[in-house]
């Protein structure tokens, strides 16, 4: 399968295997300074394996939301992946087994280097190939973090607690350069912070969905291109 | 977090996953979903950044947080690599609290 793929497909898929280690080892050292316990960040980047689910769940429970608020907003942000399995429904058939880890091994990254290329073998080893390194660097990384979030005594002295939202801005806000994202995400962000003195912990974020009104009520503006241009604008969401 | 709310967001997050390679012969996706799925996603994303950036609680999460997030904002649409991002954030919170701005 290694020899399927060119050299600068190869480099690609480390580069972004590198690049989603470094988000993953935030995430392990943030819940841990957060006050979770270790096995929590590891448990959830391996049986979940969704960077951005993982990060809003992660969010609302440190922020003292409910396990509701925090395993809807996850689903929510996860729901993107619906149409991913269908955009390589293709590659999954066969063996029960081989249908189910693909499955769970699909991410933003892994889809997108599959639609990178029509051929089916060359569809399948990109997938793959991107799919299962993805999956091997991101969890040994979020251990790492763990770890290395065991060594820091005072969160607040090292300013850690700005380093949550900053991830975060830095994995969407690329996403922000089409008009309608951008308007919604604007307005979602509004409510979402107004309600945050009225409402439980949680529910101001899941309120942020308000925002969608504006895409829907244009619906010039739900027109992706091309199916590519679709998922290119759900890639920068890991 | 508790061990149950992580089956259940795993067992959730499997089920989008599963349904394409499942359903592939019987059922397509509409664009427009597809599309809205994609906004949603962000639209949680961003919001979840804005209100750990800027609250605390039920409250203001005071000006240092928010400043360093701001400067982190500044450097990533910058195309700066993501650990520089998250050092200069934190750094520009931990030296504005060394400076007693709360």
Same mark, same amino acid.
Request: proline fraction near 12%; avoid cysteine.
């Given at each position: 399968m290694w020899r399927t793929l060119d050299r600068g497909t190869l480099r690609d898929i480390a580069l972004v295997c590198l690049a989603n280690s470094l988000v993953a080892v935030s995430f392990g050292a943030i819940a841990v300074t957060g $006050?979770?316990?270790?096995w929590v960040p590891i448990v959830m980047s391996i049986v979940v394996f969704a960077g951005g689910a993982q990060f809003a769940a992660l969010g609302i429970a440190m922020a003292g939301g409910g396990a509701v608020a925090a395993v809807a907003a996850g689903l929510l942000l996860n729901a993107r992946l619906l149409p991913f399995g269908f955009a390589v429904a293709d590659i999954l058939k066969g063996r029960w087994w081989s249908r189910l880890i693909g499955a769970h091994l699909t991410t933003d990254e892994s889809v997108a280097f599959a639609l990178r290329h029509r051929e089916p073998a060359l569809r399948r080893a990109s997938f793959w190939i991107c799919a299962v390194a993805m999956f091997v660097s991101w969890n040994i990384a979020v251990a790492l973090g763990t770890f290395a979030g065991g060594?820091?005594?005072?969160t607040a002295a090292f300013g850690l607690d700005a380093a949550f939202p900053a991830v975060l801005l830095a994995l969407a806000l690329?996403?922000?350069?089409d008009r309608g994202t951008r308007e919604a995400a604007l307005i979602g962000a509004v409510v979402a912070v107004a309600a945050t003195p009225l409402l439980p912990a949680g529910l101001p974020v899941l309120l942020a969905?308000? $925002?969608?009104v504006a895409a829907v009520r244009?619906?010039?503006?739900?027109?992706?291109?091309t199916a590519e241009g679709a998922v290119g604008a759900g890639r920068k969401v890991i | 977090m508790s061990l149950l709310a992580i089956a259940v967001l795993a067992a959730g997050t499997l089920a989008f996953r599963l349904a394409g390679p499942l359903l592939q012969d019987r059922v397509t996706i509409p664009e427009p979903l597809r599309r809205l799925l994609s906004i949603a996603a962000v639209v949680l994303l961003i919001a979840l950044a804005c209100t750990a950036a800027l609250t605390q609680g039920y409250g203001f999460a005071g000006w240092a947080r928010p400043a360093g997030v701001l400067v982190g904002a500044v450097l990533a649409l910058r195309r700066v690599p993501l650990p520089a991002v998250v050092i200069a954030a934190a750094g520009t919170t931990a030296v504005l609290r060394l400076l007693g701005v709360e």
């Open positions: $006050g979770l316990p270790a060594f820091v005594g005072d690329p996403a922000l350069n969905l308000i $925002g969608l244009r619906p010039a503006l739900l027109e992706a291109e | -």
